[in-house]
């Protein structure tokens, strides 16, 4: 029969698989809702797709010039998403679940409202933020109970 101290120490071992698990779901969340929202930025100049940014525990203030500058680049071109999702994910590695930790997900240029609201392209298509929370829920809730279920 196990004593307190074997049970305390199983248990303890449990808690913090199950926060591991809950911290790479919470991970990945956040990194699926990220990609989708960068891949249906509409891309004129590759400047508001550059500009999603992940901020640990503060959002973002500053605005970068486009990963890759171009001219009427298009929906599906990737030369902006691929480096703004890869320096999101880079971002992501360095968050530890905890109870002040936080993180946000921003967009600094002036104009991404109406990118949001598709008034200011013809590419887009609106609610592009809604649509990738959406998104990542689904798969979130999938992981998750996939981790439960251990």
Known sequence: MADISELKGRMDARA????????RVLKSFVFEISREIISDTPQ???KAASNWKIGI????DSIIDPHS???HLGLGNTQN???AVRLMAQKLKGFKLGKRNVIFLTNNVSYIKLLDAGIASKQTRPLIVKRGIERGRKIARAKLTKVLDK
């Not at 913090?16 to 911290?23: I, W, Y």
């Open 16 to 23: 913090k698989q199950f926060q591991r698990g809950v911290e």
């Open 44 to 46: 004129d100049t590759g």
């Open 57 to 60: 525990n503060r959002p973002t």
């Open 69 to 71: 500058p171009g001219k």
């Open 81 to 83: 998403v691929n480096p």
